[in-house]
């Protein structure tokens, strides 16, 4: 604490990220990222960019990312908008467009990150509660002010059908709808398809689970073009370049590679739904995934000891010290073998 910190700075409550551990050996689930690399095609065109051209500034529209994005989703350059990582994407998001006279409304159980961005630009929010499911009710989402929430949620996997978002998009017309897909590409519909039809939504989605670049901090969102003008002059009064010359190139080649792509988010589901059938078979119960994770509780054991328990057997997953939820493990998806170890050390646990 300083003398010289601003008002707001005194009342922040930072956003704390899952551990980053330096520990040999470690099978590292806490973190939701992709047990698999970037694509071969990603990684030759990050190579191919490191080059006498780094003494140049970026493209500061990134618009060969942004013509990458339209194609893939079948839209114009004018609905993309580019940033570095979608925490930035919601940053921007939050400042441009979710400031208003109601409060903005989000799951009570949701990314912890959106309280931390009402508190940096002084919005004011309503959480709203998961029903007894951990679903969200959209009835508790009509007549308010903006709205924003994951799809699929985190941490609990559950998806959202996209017929819901409509009828949500519908009956509330003068509000701003953001849905964040950071997950959607394991199981999902993305509501990118509908923007054609609904100004006021924005989808925002990020390169760095599904297209395994957590380390290049790539994201985007996708609007109507008033929403994304908006998201621009934010971003022109932040950072003029925000993403770098080799984000940009591999970025591009990811989405070109959907081959690769489609593979190893098939893989994923895979282990997902085989290693919530082995957690059931150890008496778990296991929330409806359609996400990289799963999160799950064990009706006799406390969900802080197995996760400590675990971590001595170097292993990690994420443990979240919330109400209703103190009970639950999210437990991203590895691969195949680093799934076998968990539960070979789950059994052991549970049997000790």
């Not at 919601?90 to 409060?103: E, I, R």
Request: hydrophobic share 40%; glycine share 6%; charged share 20%.
């Amino acid at each position: 604490m300083s003398r010289f910190w601003s008002p707001v700075v005194h009342t922040l409550t930072p956003y704390t990220p899952g551990e980053q551990p330096k520990i040999t050996n470690l099978i590292k689930l806490n973190t939701n990222e992709n047990p698999y690399g970037p694509s071969p095609k990603a990684i030759a065109a990050m190579q191919a960019a490191v080059n006498d051209h780094l003494r140049l500034y970026p493209d500061p529209n990134g618009d060969a990312l942004k013509d990458a994005v339209a194609a893939y989703y079948d839209v114009a350059r004018a609905n993309v908008f580019v940033g570095n990582s979608s925490d930035e994407v919601l940053a921007h998001t939050f400042q441009a467009l979710l400031k208003h006279d109601k409060p903005l409304l989000f799951p009570d159980i949701s990314y912890s990150f959106y309280p931390v961005y009402c508190g940096l630009y002084g919005i004011e929010y309503r959480a709203v509660p998961l029903n007894g499911a951990f679903e969200i009710d959209t009835a508790d989402y009509v007549d308010g002010g903006a709205i924003i929430f994951p799809n699929p949620n985190a941490p609990t996997g559950i998806l959202m059908p996209l017929e819901q978002i409509e009828a949500l998009l519908k009956a509330n017309p003068g509000q701003v709808l953001v849905v964040d897909e950071a997950y959607v590409d394991f199981g999902g519909v993305s509501a990118i398809s509908l923007i054609k039809r609904y100004d006021n939504l924005l989808v925002v989605q990020t390169l760095s689970k599904s297209r395994s670049l957590a380390g290049l901090r790539v994201g985007f969102a996708v609007g109507h073009p008033d929403l994304i003008a908006g998201l621009e002059r934010v971003k022109n009064s932040f950072n003029s370049y925000p993403l770098d010359r080799v984000a940009l190139a591999g970025a591009v080649a990811a989405f070109e590679d959907k081959g690769y792509f489609d593979q190893t988010c098939a893989a994923i589901n895979t282990s997902r739904d085989t290693l919530t059938g082995h957690l059931k078979q150890l008496g778990f119960e296991v929330l409806p995934s359609k996400a990289n994770f799963i999160f799950a509780r064990h009706p006799e054991h406390d969900a802080a000891k197995l996760a400590q328990a675990l971590r001595e057997r170097a292993i990690l997953v994420r443990h979240f010290k919330q109400p209703r939820i103190e009970q639950f493990l999210r437990i991203s998806i590895g691969t195949d073998a680093e799934c076998t170890a968990l539960v070979d050390a789950l059994t052991s646990i549970l049997h000790a």
